[in-house]
């Protein structure tokens, strides 16, 4: 039937009514076999398709001269309960290889989305790394070697700390104030001293 045909048998021209639903169904199915027959569609996807395909066609025509058109999800009830069935009967190898094939896509888009995942952890691993290395030198940085202290005591930047205490003993000799120094001197001895001690303790816990 043509859609002009359908529309005048199921008194379309006001909208669609539900109660013609099953005989409706039964009519297009009726033209879908016809159009598979015509198509060679047994065993042959491709044929089949295109039947499907004049059938939804025919299946628009309809619905855009009637008010409001065919309710939307009917096709999808048509398709699942008469054209999904009918395929799996006329190309059951060719539907099986869809699926083989359609299971390998989703498999490999398994594949590359976890290779993918697997990379931005890596990046993100990397990125994490780098700013740990950055804050660790920046961290260096605001501890850098106290180079004027050293010189105050007349070591060198790689003194133990034995040396750097040793040194101390002989320098607070000539600063203390009990020996003639001054009470400035000395506190600026012994600051000196705290920050040579602490600058080699913490190239001991970076070892």
């Known amino acids: 039937m043509k859609p002009k045909e359908y529309i005048e048998k199921y008194n379309l021209s006001k909208g669609w009514r ?18 598979c027959e015509y198509c060679k569609a047994e065993n042959n996807l491709k044929g089949f398709d295109n039947a499907v395909r004049v059938i939804r066609q025919k299946w628009d025509a309809i619905s855009n001269k009637i008010p409001y058109g065919l309710p939307e999800n009917l096709w999808g009830y048509f398709f699942a309960t008469t054209i999904a069935k009918l395929r799996e009967e006329l190309c059951p190898k060719q539907m099986q290889q869809r699926r083989e094939e359609n299971q390998r896509k989703r498999e490999e888009y398994e594949r590359i989305k976890r290779m993918r995942e697997d990379e931005r952890r890596m990046w993100d691993d990397m990125a994490r790394q780098a700013f740990y290395e950055q804050l660790a030198m920046f961290s260096l940085f605001l501890q850098s070697i106290p180079t004027a202290s050293f010189e105050f005591m007349k070591l060198s930047a790689d003194a133990s700390e034995e040396e750097i205490k040793k040194r101390y003993r002989e320098l607070s000799v000539k600063m203390h104030p009990d020996m003639g120094g001054s009470q400035e001197e000395f506190v600026l001895l012994t600051e000196h001293k705290n920050k040579c001690l602490k600058w080699v303790q913490m190239k001991k816990k970076e070892e």
Request: proline share 0%; charged share 20%.
């Open 18 to 35: 539900s109660a013609y639903q099953k005989d409706y169904l039964n009519d297009l199915t009726s033209e879908l076999i016809a159009f």
